[in-house]
């Protein structure tokens, strides 16, 4: 379970970092600002759920976490100015990047015994924190807040994961199934432009 929960926190950190590029990529910002946008992306909802859980923020412990998000935000910049890409391609790395996160958030607050419906919270407060503050620091309204499912694919998937591992799934497993349907549910959202109902005060 350690060694899992390490590989697919590292993967998320990675995607995260280059969904902060991408983001930030539409806007004229230099190398620091693109490197700076992609550190918080990647680090801050793990960094939130550790200030929570009162455990050592992952990075500080583990600074691999930290060079991995430097080295994908920096490749990602150099491609970036070599090739030209879709300006929506940053959606498909983020919903990756969600369900990652939550699942990896999830798995870090159950091991810490905390109830399991904190552990999903836990798990949404990773999976889109570092995607709120990358979206404030490029001037745009949070995708958590407006569009497409976000938070509640997120929310989804970390029920999915805990009732799995209740039903006796080995925690890879579920893993893996929850993570799928974050993503499928993200992307189908994305596709589809399924909505939450917005609020709407009546004249």
């Known amino acids: 379970m350690g060694e899992l929960v390490y590989i697919i926190g ?16 539409r806007k004229p910002i230099d190398l620091f600002g693109v490197v700076l946008v992609a550190l918080t992306s990647a680090l ?3 960094t939130m759920r550790d200030l929570l859980l009162e455990r050592p923020v992952f990075w500080v412990a583990d600074q691999t976490y930290l060079v991995a998000a430097i080295g994908a935000g920096v490749a990602t910049f150099v491609l970036v100015r070599l090739a030209r890409l879709p300006v929506n391609l940053f959606l498909v790395p983020d919903a990756l990047g969600l369900a990652l996160f939550t699942i990896i958030g999830t798995q870090v607050a159950l091991g810490h015994e905390v109830p399991w419906f904190v552990a999903s919270f836990l798990g949404v407060v990773t999976g889109v924190f570092g995607g709120v503050l990358r979206d404030i620091l490029c001037n745009e309204v949070p995708l958590v807040f ?22 006796g799934i080995a925690a890879s497993l579920a893993s893996l199934l929850a993570m799928a349907a974050i993503f499928l549910t993200r992307i189908a959202a994305i596709h589809w ?3 939450l109902p917005s609020f ?4």
Do not use: Q
């Not at 407006?146 to 997120?154: D, F, K, P």
């Open 44 to 46: 801050g909802g793990g």
């Open 193 to 195: 432009h399924l909505t």
């Open 10 to 25: 590292m993967s998320a950190v990675a995607v995260s970092a280059i969904t902060g590029v991408l983001e930030a990529g």
């Open 146 to 167: 407006t569009g497409e499912l976000y938070a509640t694919a997120s929310w989804a998937g970390a029920i999915v994961f805990i009732a799995l591992l209740h039903a």
């Open 200 to 203: 709407a005060a009546k004249a």
